[in-house]
Every structure is written in C-alpha cells, then in structure tokens.
C-alpha cells in the first residue's frame, strides 16, 4: 500500500464518522434522516477490508501521521467489529428514536444531538484501535468517557443522571490510574535512551523492550491493566457497567458493551505486549487470571440475583470480558484467537440482545424481569429474536460463542491452565443457569389480556390496539396495560372502538426497520461459528502474541 493511501483508509475510520457527527450538527433547521447514521459504519468496514488486505499481503503495516495511526492484525481485527457492531446498532437507530418520539420522550433536537454522540463515540473508539501511540491511546479513550455520558444520560431522567455521574466518576478514576501507568512507561522508555517523538510508540516499545527497566515496567503494567481494566468492566472498578448500560438507549448499549469494552480491553493487550518481553509471561498472566476469576465470580453472583433483565445483560458483559481476559492470560495463539473470536461473537449476540431488549421496554414499558411475560405469544418475532440472542450469549452451537469458548478450554488445559478452566466451567454453568431461567420466565407464558397489566386501573379504561400500533418499529406499540409514555386511555384518543378489559391483546409485530438488524445480528454470529471464512488468515495473525 502506498504512503498515500495507508494515509487515506487509516484517516478513514476516524475522519467519517467526526465529519458526520459535525454535518448532524450544523444541520439544526434541516432534520437528516436517521439512516444517514449507516454511512459511518459502512465507511468504518470498508477501511477495514482494504486495510485487512493490506496486512495480510506481507510488507510493513499501513501507517500514517508520523507513526500515529498503524493498522496490524490486531487493530484491523477489532476495526472490523467496530464496523460490524456499529452498522447494528445504527440500523436499530430509527426503530428505537422512532418508538422514543411517539411515547414523547424525545424530539428532533433529542433525535439530532443522539446522532452527533453517537458518530463522535465511533469516530473515538476507531481512533483508540487504530492508536500506534499509547499517549493518543489514552486520549481517544478518555474521548469515549466524555462522549457516551452524555449519552447515557441522554434520557435526562433521575436514574440516567446518576448512572452518568457514577460512569464519569468510576471511569476517570480508572482513566487516571492508565495515565499514571503509561507515564512511567514513558520514563522507562526515555531511561532506555529511545527518543522522545518514539518513548510511547508501542512497536517501538516492543522492538526496545529489552531494555526497559523490570521494576518501573511491573508497575505501569499493574496500572494500566486496573485503569483500562475499569473501561472494559473488570473488576474493582466495574460498578459504573450495570447502570450505564441498563439507563443509555438500546443501540448505545449495544456499542457500549458490544465493542467499547473490548476497544479497552485491546489497551491492555498492547500494554501486555511490551510487558512479556520485559518480565516474562508469568506477571501478566498472573495478574489477568486473577482479575478474570474475580469478575466472573462477581457477576456469576449478581446474575443469581437479577431482576432486571438490562442489567442482566449488563453483568452478562462483564462474565464474558472476563472469558475474554482469561483468554489473554493464557496467552497461546490458540488461546488468543478464542479470545479474538469471542470478542466478535460477543459483540455481534450482544448487540441483538440489547436493541430487543430495548423494544421489549417500549412494548411493555418495564425493565423488571417478573412483568414480562409471555413475550413470544405477545411479540412472537421479538421474542424469538430475544431468545435467540440470550442462546447465543450461552455459547450453544452454532453461536460464534460456543466455537470460541470450546477453543479456550482447549488452550486453557494445553497451557496446563486446568485448574483455571474448570473453576471457569463452574461458574460458567452456573451463569447459564441463571440466564436461562429468566429469559425463559420472561418468554413462555399464555397471551396477556387487555387491562391485565400492572398498569390497568379498572375496568372502564382499556387501551385501544390501532393498525399502526400493532409493529414495533413504527409509532409506539402499546399493549395491554403497560403503555409507553403519559398513560392516555382510549376515550382522550381518537380512533375505533375499545377494547374491553380480558380481551385477548393482538399480537405485536416486529417490523422491518426493527426486525432486519436483529435478524443480520444473529445470521452474523451464528455465521461466525461455522466457519470464519475469509477472515481466518486475519485472526491467526492477530493471535500472534507480542507481534509488532
């Protein structure tokens, strides 16, 4: 690839999505359409396919910028699941704003602001992968923080207010301590007598890592990993995770834990690179094993005590990142394709399962696990779309997830990690167990009647079922007793007859703005699992540990 065009596909990934986040802004008068917000991630994938080409060919990595942007096997791969999580999410985008608008919580300058956010959060996160320079690393992370606050709190309600507040606090605390962790990086670096304008670029580091002093490197190894670690939802620092991910929209959740963990996680990895060849594998492995152990304990416990079926998915993030870091810690090619494969998995069943839940909440306007019943009789598409989503989180074939957590085990006994695997079974079968069985309770059940939710008051006030009202996706679907928004019974509204209370409710339909990303999602994971095709050259390369 020439100088030219590695400068022209690396600026890509970062340079659209900024570009249409200013566009979404100066257009104040003029409402764009919410489709607008698939140029982006389809912008993002292509990037991504030529500058995957562009590594698999042989030759030096694509750079830019002096040294600033670099694009490997590894950076490429995650920039594909960026793309591919983000194209989901925007065309779950309309669905969601057009649900959120007819229930009178948004309008078009909510709708506009949304679409600013969420370009710059992609425009962000692409900068963070991309990232040749630990210091622009850092930058382009924190640029997530500050972004998808506001996001989170895009509601404006009391809960998504603190749920922002306790992300903003919780994250820059664990932001502070990588900073601290990549300045002494540097200082090892500038004692190793590597240059200024070079002291945090990682390949350089990798290539110097022979000289780096053993003890400043321990320790900036330990913060890196418990900063980044706070963004990816490891633990001490993963309190911010369940409520940021249960307040923000659906498709925002869905990019949150979908790729943002997994783009902070990929700091961590690089940060191991450097680590390995100067300590050893031993300290990292150490101290990923621990961290990963105690995250799925943790959220193996809280999901045996959920009842809100977002922060269920919320914890079922974090027992997956910890997979994922387990995987890491392992350290063997096999075991680092599993956890690439995870990520991609993860993301993509995630992404289904969060912008389904968010239908499920315009549907029945709850997030409580114990007031959703019957979900496939009164919405058999979301249901079965939920439903199998949750079923690909399990990892049961031919979800991506049962391919990379069956290679993981693999890796794990080979590198005589036993132990670690079947404590990790353990408690793995224990999360299946509490996932299934509330998605199940959430699932089965008969139709419900007309006036038998809990936000029936009598039998003189019914709601009514209008044609339109009838498909998710368009203008609200408001069933039985649960509506979305002021509750407004049938004689404040124009239209036909009522219904009366214990009349079977009409099944909702899912319709194809809200059906087809849910749909793409699940062909997507379940595609993954049988074969990874054309990006299995992709994925070996990127497996390749410490590879500059």
């Known amino acids: 690839m020439t100088p030219l065009a590695s400068q022209v596909w690396l600026a890509v990934p970062v340079a659209v999505p900024l570009a249409a986040a200013g566009v979404h802004t100066a257009f104040r008068r003029r409402a764009l359409s919410a489709w607008t917000g698939l140029l982006s991630p389809c912008a993002v994938l292509a990037a991504g396919v030529v500058l995957a080409r562009a590594v698999l060919s042989g030759g030096h990595p694509p750079s830019a910028f002096r040294g600033v942007l670099r694009a490997d096997a590894l950076s490429v791969w995650i920039l594909l699941v960026v793309g591919a999580v983000a194209a989901l999410a925007a065309a779950a985008a309309p669905a969601h704003l057009a649900g959120e608008r007819a229930a009178g919580r948004a309008d078009a300058a909510t709708a506009r602001r949304y679409q600013v956010l969420v370009h710059a959060f992609l425009g962000a996160m692409c900068a963070a992968v991309l990232a040749a320079n630990l210091g622009v690393l850092w930058v382009a992370i924190e640029a997530t923080t500050i972004v998808t606050a506001f996001l989170v709190g895009h509601r404006r309600t009391r809960a998504s207010v603190e749920a922002a507040w306790k992300y903003v606090v919780i994250c820059s605390a664990g932001i502070a301590l990588a900073f601290l962790g990549i300045v002494l990086l540097y200082y090892a670096a500038r004692a190793a007598q590597i240059p200024e304008a070079q002291a945090l670029d990682w390949p350089v580091l990798v290539a110097h890592a022979d000289r780096l002093d053993p003890a400043v490197t321990r320790l900036a190894t330990a913060l890196v990993v418990l900063g980044f670690g706070a963004k990816a939802g490891l633990v001490p ?210 139709v419900p009647r007309v006036g038998a939710g809990p936000a029936a008051s009598g039998a003189g006030v019914a709601l009514q079922l209008q044609p339109a009202e009838q498909r998710l996706g368009v203008p609200p679907a408001v069933a039985e007793g649960t509506p979305q928004g002021p509750y407004r019974p049938a004689g404040d509204r124009p239209g036909p007859a009522r219904l009366a209370p214990g009349t079977p409710a009409v099944p909702v339909r899912l319709g194809m703005a809200a059906g087809l990303p849910l749909v793409l999602g699940l062909a997507a994971c379940a595609a993954l699992g049988v074969a990874a095709g054309p990006l299995t050259d992709l994925l070996s390369a990127a497996a390749l540990p410490g590879r500059p």
């Open 237 to 446: 620092l993963h309190a911010w995770l369940p409520d940021a991910h249960s307040q923000a929209p659906a498709p925002v959740s869905a990019l949150m834990s979908g790729v943002l963990l997994s783009v902070s996680f990929t700091a961590v990895l690089r940060c191991k690179a450097v680590a390995d060849l100067v300590l050893g594998p031993g300290y990292t492995r150490t101290l990923l094993t621990a961290t990963a152990l105690l995250t799925l304990a943790l959220a193996v416990a809280l999901l045996l005590a959920q009842r809100d079926y977002k922060r269920m998915l919320a914890y079922s993030s974090m027992e997956h990142m910890s997979l994922i870091a387990l995987g890491a810690a392992v350290g063997t090619p096999l075991a680092m394709s599993a956890a690439l494969l995870h990520i991609a998995g993860h993301g993509l069943a995630k992404t289904v399962a969060f912008c389904a839940s968010g239908h499920v909440l315009q549907l029945r306007g709850t997030t409580r696990i114990g007031r959703v019943r019957g979900l496939l009789a009164r919405a058999p598409g979301l249901g079965t779309a939920f439903g199998l989503s949750v079923l690909a989180l399990l990892a049961l074939p031919p979800s991506g997830l049962f391919a990379s957590e069956l290679a993981l085990a693999r890796a794990a006994f080979a590198a005589r990690f036993g132990w670690a695997a079947a404590a990790v079974l353990l408690l793995v079968l224990t999360a299946f167990a509490a996932l299934a069985v509330r998605t199940a309770a959430m699932l089965l059940g008969g």
